[in-house]
């Protein structure tokens, strides 16, 4: 299983990003997908998730904000992030679940992507 993250990069406060994880390896349409992220010196946590049946949950700091979503055809998930504030530096992680539902959890996904930094700056 082979999960390729892409689209990070550096934008101002305000500015918009759209992240988009690869996958490769697996029965992708089985699969649960999330984005979480991770701050220097600070634990990993949920951004997003998708689940096999494309029903998506976002925390609450991502809720008005982000957007997730999973295109089947092209083994894809994507996470479209708008306004984005300083806090919302981080590595952002895809990440694949085999429960196929959707999960908050960081323990039921099984796969890991490599990461794709994001940088806000002020």
């Known amino acids: 299983v082979q999960l390729q993250a892409s689209g990070g990069g550096q934008v101002q406060a305000g500015g918009s990003l759209r992240l988009s994880c690869a996958a490769s390896g697996l029965t992708f349409e089985a699969y649960g997908m999330g984005w979480f992220r991770q701050a220097p010196g600070k634990e990993r946590e949920f951004v997003a998730g998708?689940?096999?049946?494309?029903?998506?949950t976002l925390s609450d700091s991502a809720k008005g904000r982000f957007t997730v979503a999973r295109d089947n055809v092209k083994n894809t998930v994507s996470l479209q992030m708008n306004s984005l504030k300083t806090e919302d530096t981080a590595v952002y992680y895809c990440a694949a679940s085999p429960f196929g539902k959707l999960s908050t959890r960081s323990p039921d996904y099984g796969y890991w992507g490599q990461g794709t930094q994001v940088t806000v700056s002020s």
């Open positions: 998708v689940s096999y049946t494309a029903i998506n």
